[in-house]
């Protein structure tokens, strides 16, 4: 009699021990994430008639990710960038403000290279479209001088400290380059082609693992 209430003491035991093994394990194999990241920095844009001229970088980008393995996810969501910046086309001088819109999809790789501390890359293509474009000159102002979607690539690179269990911040970079361009809509001042290229921000990145 005794053993048998040692065996079913004991059985209850590993039992209580493997389920609490379980949940922990559940909760740090969390296959998805929200990752939040934006910064401030400079491109170029880059015209097929017209000069080309730097503008500021102002960008704000939040994705959802999937991991598919234990270091390898894939991730998607939305993004805001502002660009401003003052030149000049055969129009004459001008200050220029463009809102882009851009849905990119990504593949992500993160480690933990100490301890709290991890690094994360992302990478893919980008669609994007124009929100909002405004150039205004010396006397007068024309909007939505281009429009319809484009197309591109985007790499980032972080290094977080991972403050608890499901959340983790740090820094940030992210670069990235249109493939394609946009074009002028008809009865504008001017006729053209333009895309943004070497755009590159430095900023932060959250993490917050589910």
Known sequence: M??????????????????QAQDET????????????????????????????NVNANSAELVF??????????????????????AFN????????????????????DCFVADNFKFIAHLGPYAQTIYKDEYTYNSFRVEDVYEGWNFGFQLGLGFLYKFGDCFSAGL???GQSDFSKFETNNGQVLNDEQRLKNLNTIGLIFILDF
């Not at 844009?45 to 017209?50: I, K, R």
Request: glycine content about 10%; overall charge positive; hydrophobic content about 40%.
């Open 26 to 53: 559940e909760k740090k194999e969390s296959k998805f994430s929200v990752m939040a990241f934006g910064g401030i920095g400079y491109g170029i844009m880059d015209s097929d008639s017209q000069p080309n001229y």
């Open 172 to 174: 940030n970079y992210s």
């Open 2 to 19: 005794k053993k048998l209430n040692v065996i079913l003491l004991l059985t209850t035991f590993l039992a209580f021990t493997f389920a």
């Open 90 to 109: 055969y129009a004459g001088n001008f200050y220029h403000e463009r809102v882009l819109i851009k849905i990119p999809l990504l593949v992500t790789f």
């Open 65 to 86: 990710n999937y991991k598919l393995s234990e270091k390898v996810g894939l991730a998607t969501g939305g993004a805001y960038t502002s660009l401003t910046g003052n």
